[in-house]
């Protein structure tokens, strides 16, 4: 037997996508999955798709106290905002925890007060294992939290750039499409089957989606000279755009470039250097020149397609990623944190191939 995991909120969808990696996880051994309203209901009955899985046959959901002295070595968080830092405080330092939602995100409780209720419960290690020297942290950490799929998909995309100093900080201009499962499976009006077909649109414009300030953390972060403290934060612009699709992420991401980024050969350069960065990456694919991500790619995986281009015309680097929200945005990025952290191997139970077509 392997090491023995929990999942709390495992009747949403991050929370099924969780159950469904696990159950082919060759290390892992599934304990208590919890759910509040869906307590004692089949696993099966709400996540269909998981039906007949030897791991999960004949389970119920558990009530939502289940995880506490449950006996795991870690627990996985799936909760709604607000809800896992209560759940948190209940786990023993000898249980690692990694956290899906966004309590433990953001080091600054301003930012935190601007998008979410209650109190800012602090930051833990941010689990995106390919920003520099994040896997030690991580191998070392019994406390993490997963950015949010918007995050992971910008974040991914510009930190290579910006840190091979080819993009201003301060002029960038993120536009990222969405599939309706990022928005979890509360009954919404907007959300319905007949709102969403046949249309694309905008939502949280200028700033008020709560995954701008993850950006903006990231960024100042990797902006900060070698060893020094983070730069202020630069204002990004971000427009997130629902899109008529169950799952994925395609984000276009666009900056203005340095000197050295601009023109051609630039974009040798921003190849390069998304290249340097990623060179080795299990979950990470710079796609050839001319060839464009697309979320059906990457869909049901772990992986990351990126392409970038530099416009000499506009002076702008534009590089694009496309991700699964509900894998490298959520569940997937969660298994491969607690990999690192439970001293497995980090792709175990993880694929970087989408399901086609």
């Not at 993850?214 to 934060?233: F, M, T």
């Amino acid at each position: 037997m392997g090491a023995r995991v929990a999942v709390a909120g495992a009747s949403g969808y991050a929370g099924g996508e969780l159950l469904r990696l696990l159950a082919g996880h060759p290390d892992l051994e599934i304990g208590p999955v919890t759910a509040g309203s869906h307590a004692g209901r089949p696993v099966a009955e709400v996540h269909r798709h998981l039906a007949g899985l030897p791991s999960l046959a004949g389970r119920t959901f558990d009530a939502a106290d289940a995880t506490a002295g449950s006996g795991c070595d870690l627990v996985f968080l799936a909760l709604p905002a607000g809800q896992s830092a209560a759940l948190a405080a209940r786990l023993g330092e000898d249980v690692k925890v990694v956290d899906l939602g966004p309590d433990f995100r953001l080091a600054d409780a301003s930012a935190w007060l601007r998008h979410y209720q209650g109190p800012h419960a602090g930051r833990w290690i941010t689990g995106l294992p390919e920003l520099p020297g994040a896997r030690d942290l991580l191998r070392a950490a019994s406390r993490v939290a997963v950015p949010g799929c918007y995050a992971t998909a910008a974040i991914v995309a510009l930190t290579p750039v910006l840190a091979a100093g080819l993009i201003e900080a301060q002029d960038i201009v993120i536009v990222a499409a969405s599939g309706t499962s990022g928005a979890g499976r509360a009954l919404r009006p907007e959300l319905l089957g007949s709102e969403v077909m046949g249309a694309v649109s905008a939502y949280q414009v200028g700033g008020a989606h709560r995954h701008t300030p993850e950006i903006e953390q990231a960024l100042a972060e990797v902006a900060a000279p070698r060893g020094g403290p983070p730069q202020p934060a630069a204002p990004v612009s971000f427009t997130p755009l629902l899109a008529p699709m169950p799952r994925g992420i395609l984000a276009t991401c666009t900056a203005r470039a340095t000197p050295a980024g601009s023109g051609q050969p630039g974009i040798a350069h921003v190849r390069a250097a998304l290249t340097e960065a990623y060179a080795g990456e299990p979950f990470i694919c710079l796609l050839p020149e001319g060839c464009w991500p697309s979320t059906a790619a990457v869909a049901g995986s772990n992986g990351v397609h990126l392409q970038a281009t530099a416009d000499a015309r506009t002076g702008r680097v534009t590089v694009v990623s496309a991700i699964d929200n509900l894998g490298k945005g959520a569940a997937g990025q969660a298994l491969q944190n607690a990999n690192l952290m439970l001293g497995l191997p980090e792709t175990a139970g993880l694929t970087s191939a989408g399901v086609a077509p």
